[in-house]
C-alpha cells in the first residue's frame, strides 16, 4: 500500500514539475528577444547571422518542437550553454550547487534543533510569560525580510561593532568550499534567524496536542515524572510535526538562499539565478528554476512517506 501512495504522490509531482516546466518554457518566450537575440546583442552584424544562430538553436522550429527538445535536454541533463560564460550550464549548476547544498545542510542542522527545543519548552509553557515573550520575538523575527536580517549581521559582525567574519562570503574556487567555512558563518546565521520563527510555532501547535491526548494524562494521573512524561509519551508522540519541520525549513532554505546568497555574494544556485535573470540568460534561468521545483517536490514527498512511516493511526488509513 505504501508503494501505491509513492506511485500516487510521485505521479502528482511529476505532474507538478511537468506544470512548472511549461510555466518557466513559456514565460522565456513571452520576451522580446529570444536567445539567440540576446547573444548578439546589438552589434552589428550580417543579415543573416541571427537566423543561422536561430536555427543552431533550434529557435526556427514551432514553439511545441522547441518545448519537446528542452523538456528531454532537461531530463538527460542536456542543458545547453550559457549565453553570457559560453559554458555548460550543467557545469556551472554542478559546481554551484554544493555551495548552496552547504548552506542548507547547515541551516537545517542547527536550526531544527533550536525549533524542537524552544518550541516543545514553550509548549510546556502555554499561556505562561515565557510563551508570550516567545510568541513576542518569533512574531518581531518573522516580519524582517531576510536581506534585511543579513544587512544588520553585516553591520554587527562584519563592519561597524566587530571585525570578526567577512562582510561577503567571497570563496576561492581553486579550494573546496568546507575549506572555507568561515564565509558561510553569516550567510548560515542569517538562514537560521530568518526560519526560526514557523518552525517553532509549528512545533508548540504539535506539542500542545499531543499534552492534552488521553494517553498523556493518563501518564500523569498514574504519577510518573513529569519529565518522564514529556520525553517517553509527549515528544515520542510528537515526531510526525517534527519531521515536518525539518521539511518546513529545507524548503524555506530553497527560496531563502537565493536572497541570502545575494545579500553575501556567495556563489550559489540563488546568486547565480539573480545574475542570469539580470542577464537575461536564459538557459540558466530555466535550468535553475526548475532544478528548484524539483527539490521542493522531492523534498514533500521524502516527508509524507516520513511521517506515515512514523505514524500508526496513518499506517492504518493506507
Known amino acids: 500500500m505504501i508503494r501505491s501512495l509513492l ?15 511549461v ?13 539567440a537575440q540576446l547573444m548578439l546583442g546589438h552589434s552589428e552584424e550580417l543579415p543573416g547571422t541571427l537566423k543561422v544562430i536561430e536555427s543552431q538553436m533550434g529557435l526556427n522550429l514551432p514553439v511545441p518542437v522547441q518545448y519537446w527538445h528542452w523538456l528531454r535536454g532537461l531530463v538527460t541533463f542536456h542543458w545547453g550553454t550559457s549565453l553570457v560564460s559560453q559554458t555548460s550550464v550543467a557545469a556551472v549548476v554542478k559546481a554551484r550547487l554544493l555551495n548552496s547544498s552547504i548552506l542548507a545542510l ?8 533550536i525549533a524542537i527545543v524552544i518550541g516543545a519548552y514553550t509548549a510546556t509553557r502555554s499561556g505562561k510569560a515565557t510563551d508570550g515573550v516567545t510568541s513576542v520575538v518569533t512574531l518581531l523575527v518573522s516580519a524582517v525580510p531576510q536581506f534585511v536580517l543579513g544587512i544588520l549581521l553585516i553591520f554587527f559582525f562584519a563592519t561597524n561593532v566587530f571585525h570578526f567574519l567577512p562582510a561577503a562570503s567571497i570563496v576561492n574556487p581553486s579550494e573546496p568550499i568546507w575549506s572555507q567555512l568561515k564565509v ?28 492534552q491526548s488521553d494517553y ?14 514529556l520525553m517517553h509519551h509527549a515528544l515520542r508522540n510528537a515526531i510526525a510535526p517534527m519531521i515536518q519541520v525539518v521539511a518546513l525549513n529545507f524548503i524555506q532554505l530553497v527560496g531563502g538562499v537565493v536572497l541570502v546568497e545575494t ?11 539573480i545574475q542570469s535573470v539580470n542577464a537575461r540568460d536564459l538557459p540558466m534561468v530555466q535550468t535553475i528554476v526548475v532544478l528548484l521545483a524539483f527539490f521542493v517536490v522531492v ?13 500508526p493511526r496513518l499506517r492504518a488509513r493506507i
Open 216 to 229: 498523556v494524562r493518563m501518564a500523569r494521573l498514574k504519577g510518573l515524572p513529569e519529565r518522564y512524561v
Open 23 to 35: 510555466v518557466v518554457f513559456g514565460a522565456i518566450h513571452l520576451l522580446p528577444e529570444n536567445a
Open 263 to 273: 545579500v553575501f555574494s556567495y556563489p550559489g544556485l540563488g546568486l547565480v539565478l
Open 7 to 21: 506511485l500516487r504522490r510521485g505521479a502528482i509531482g511529476l505532474l507538478i514539475l511537468w506544470l512548472v516546466s
Open 184 to 211: 558561510t558563518v553569516l550567510p548560515v546565521l542569517t538562514l537560521v534567524i530568518a526560519g526560526l520563527p514557523y518552525p517553532i510555532r509549528f512545533v508548540r501547535a504539535g506539542m500542545i496536542d499531543v499534552l
Open 299 to 311: 523534498g514533500n514527498l521524502l516527508t509524507d512517506l516520513a511521517v506515515i512511516l512514523v505514524t
Open 106 to 113: 547547515f541551516s537545517t542542522v542547527i536550526m531544527t534543533p
